[in-house]
């Protein structure tokens, strides 16, 4: 097996017969943080939904350690080991941060159909063992006193790290993140920077879109650009920053990040 | 314990003793607002937690009914023997009509919901195989014997009841704190985001569907067994709209919202026979107020079931 994670080989897709990623190739490493940036309407989030199963390209292949699983349900893909956050944050907003958490665990917890009726010694094992399991990221994420507090009623900055705590929960191979910085203030965001090494030190490989050039700069280990659905440059973030492609793409588009 | 379990076990409790300080004919208005509650709480689980808009509802309960009546009067199967079969028909059939449509979103299923319920009366009405008796229904179903002793009291029937709703609370309970019944949750209130976490949205509404109506169906065997007659209009489409209503005016997923709903859709109209027909006035203006200024439900739920030991830090 080779020692990429994540293939995209030649993926495209298409909206209305427009293109919104352009034959786009690329590879992720184990234990890599990869970072992927470009200008609004790249097509970066786009590029996630089709790797976690929410679309599914008109061309190419994904490869997930060395099988093709486009085209695959987003729930198997969770299966697999990929999970992810969202740009616009999906939380189940009424429920409390323990149950949102929680969700994470479903596909670890090993509850048969009688369960939802029948509670049975090893069924409560299950579901104690995979509470402390959110206990612990609680813990870690510093959520533990909002423990039965609605998620919806928590701060922006909140509702991100209960989104990562509950895609961590799932112990993924591959974590998604889409602009895990954005509405956060600066302190806010060089905690995550830190989190996330945390997170990649214990095994975890990272694939997060960022539009903080500070933080993508010094936290990426490799990076990817694309504007209009293509690859424009790629390599280490000392090199990215300086490709005149790059600098071109994003004075183009009148961003100042 | 949650709040919830609390005030289910009271009214366990004073239901429990409601037989000791009520006539017979309370005592009828009693068992069917047991029967109505398991029904409804069927179909909360399907509406309330999974979030599937199933205006069906009636259809399973009268399956459930119709297996009970057909089994006994045409095929002489005693009472307690058909109880298997109303739970498994419904159950069965749940999953057969639910599969190929349970992809569809909100008004859309709910449409194709309607559509069943629609066809399920048409062919009781038109006597199918002789045995549904057409719009009459199917009269003298017998009473229930277990080793020869005969159960045929009303108050024997109030208390058959009475551990039938006390079982469907206990698999609420249950569901309540299993990984089906979050999954339910998370699918109802954010299916991408469900999904994107390993759930199998279309198996766990399935799962939903198949356990709301086989529950559905023991209802609706008790509920032959209590007017010992079945009929079309006791599982038409207005009865499955009532169902549907209950949930969302006592509040989805609650176990006191669904308590209420019912009760003030079956058992205030009871209390206030006298006034005739004034009563469906005052009725439908209070669901409209209670949409418009308590959309969640008169009780709506509270989420936060959760272990206590993970509350040592809450403030
Ligand atoms: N479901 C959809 N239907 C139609 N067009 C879509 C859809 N999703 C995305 N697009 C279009 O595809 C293009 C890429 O969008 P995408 O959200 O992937 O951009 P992005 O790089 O994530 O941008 P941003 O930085 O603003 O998040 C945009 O032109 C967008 O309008
Ligand atoms: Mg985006």
């Known amino acids: 097996m080779s020692d990429y994670l994540l293939e995209i080989k030649d993926v495209s897709k298409f909206f209305h017969g427009l293109v919104a990623i352009d034959d786009l190739s690329m590879k992720?490493?184990?234990?890599?943080?990869?970072?992927?940036?470009?200008?609004?309407?790249?097509?970066?989030?786009?590029l996630f939904n089709c790797i976690t199963g929410l679309y599914t390209p008109e061309k190419g292949e994904i490869i997930w350690e060395g099988k093709k699983i486009n085209g695959i349900a987003p729930y198997k893909i969770a299966e697999l080991g990929i999970l992810r956050t969202f740009q616009t944050i999906r939380l189940f907003s009424e429920m409390s941060v323990a149950e949102?958490?929680?969700?994470?665990?479903?596909?670890?917890?090993?509850?048969?159909?009688?369960?939802?009726?029948?509670?049975t010694p090893s069924m409560k094992k299950d579901e104690k063992k995979n509470w402390l399991k959110v206990g612990e990221l609680m813990d870690f994420f510093e959520l533990s006193k909002y423990a039965t507090t609605p998620a919806g009623d928590?701060?922006?900055?909140?509702?991100?790290?209960?989104?990562m705590a509950r895609a961590l929960a799932a112990e993924p191979k591959l974590l998604i993140l889409d602009e895990p910085a954005a509405g956060l203030n600066e302190n806010e965001t060089i905690k995550l920077a830190q989190t996330?090494?945390?997170?990649?030190?214990?095994?975890?490989?990272?694939?997060?879109?960022?539009?903080?050039?500070?933080?993508?700069?010094?936290?990426?280990e490799y990076i990817t650009v694309i504007n209009f659905g293509a690859k424009i440059s790629e390599g280490e973030p000392s090199f990215v920053q300086d490709d005149p492609v790059v600098i071109e793409a994003y004075i183009g588009s009148d961003e100042d990040e | 314990m949650r709040q919830s379990y609390k005030i289910a076990i009271v009214f366990l409790i004073v239901m429990g003793f409601f037989p000791l300080?009520?006539?017979?004919?309370?005592?009828?208005?009693?068992?069917?607002?047991?029967?109505?509650?398991?029904?409804?709480?069927?179909?909360?689980?399907?509406?309330?937690?999974?979030?599937?808009?199933?205006?069906?509802?009636?259809?399973?309960?009268?399956?459930?009914?119709?297996?009970?009546?057909?089994?006994?009067v045409h095929f002489g199967v005693p009472i307690i023997y058909t109880f298997i079969p109303a739970i498994l028909i419904p159950l069965i059939m749940a999953i057969v009509l639910a599969g190929p449509i349970i992809h569809l979103k909100g008004d859309y299923l709910l449409v194709a919901t309607i559509g069943f319920n629609i066809i399920f009366i048409q062919v009781i009405q038109n006597d199918v195989f002789g045995l549904t008796g057409g719009p009459n229904g199917i009269f003298g179903i017998d009473v229930v014997r277990i080793f020869g002793v005969e159960f045929m009291s009303q108050t024997a029937i109030y208390y058959m009841s009475f551990i039938l709703l006390t079982l469907t609370l206990l698999i609420m309970r249950n569901l309540d704190a299993s990984k089906y019944g979050r999954a339910m949750f998370y699918i109802n209130k954010d299916d991408i985001a469900a999904q994107s976490m390993g759930i199998n949205v279309?198996?766990?509404?399935l799962y939903a569907f198949a356990l709301g109506s086989a529950i559905a169906g023991?209802?609706?065997?008790?509920?032959?067994?209590?007017?010992?007659?079945?009929?079309?209009?006791?599982?038409?489409v207005v009865q499955s709209i009532m169902f549907f209503t209950i949930v969302l005016v006592g509040g989805s997923a609650s176990l006191p919202g669904v308590l209420i709903g019912t009760f003030v859709m079956f058992v205030l109209p009871e209390i206030f026979r006298e006034f005739a027909t004034a009563r469906y006035l005052v009725f439908g203006l209070a669901m409209i107020l209670t949409m418009i200024l308590r959309p969640r439900g008169i009780w709506p739920v509270k989420f936060g079931n959760i272990p206590n030991y993970l509350k040592k830090d809450t403030k």
């Open chain 1, 100 to 119: 949102n958490i929680m969700s994470g665990r479903h596909i670890k917890s090993n509850q048969k159909w009688y369960n939802g009726i029948i509670h």
């Open chain 1, 196 to 220: 996330i090494r945390k997170v990649r030190d214990q095994g975890v490989t990272i694939l997060m879109i960022e539009h903080d050039m500070d933080m993508v700069m010094s936290l990426c």
């Open chain 2, 202 to 205: 279309r198996y766990y509404k």
């Open chain 2, 21 to 72: 300080f009520s006539n017979s004919s309370w005592l009828a208005v009693g068992t069917t607002f047991l029967i109505y509650s398991v029904v409804a709480f069927s179909q909360d689980i399907i509406l309330g937690r999974a979030g599937a808009f199933q205006m069906g509802h009636a259809l399973f309960f009268g399956l459930g009914a119709y297996a009970t009546a057909i089994l006994n």
């Open chain 1, 28 to 46: 992720v490493k184990k234990g890599q943080i990869y970072g992927i940036i470009g200008p609004n309407g790249a097509g970066k989030t786009t």
């Open chain 2, 218 to 236: 023991a209802a609706g065997s008790m509920f032959a067994i209590q007017y010992s007659a079945v009929s079309p209009e006791a599982f038409n």
């Open chain 1, 154 to 163: 928590l701060s922006y900055g909140l509702q991100r790290r209960i989104e």
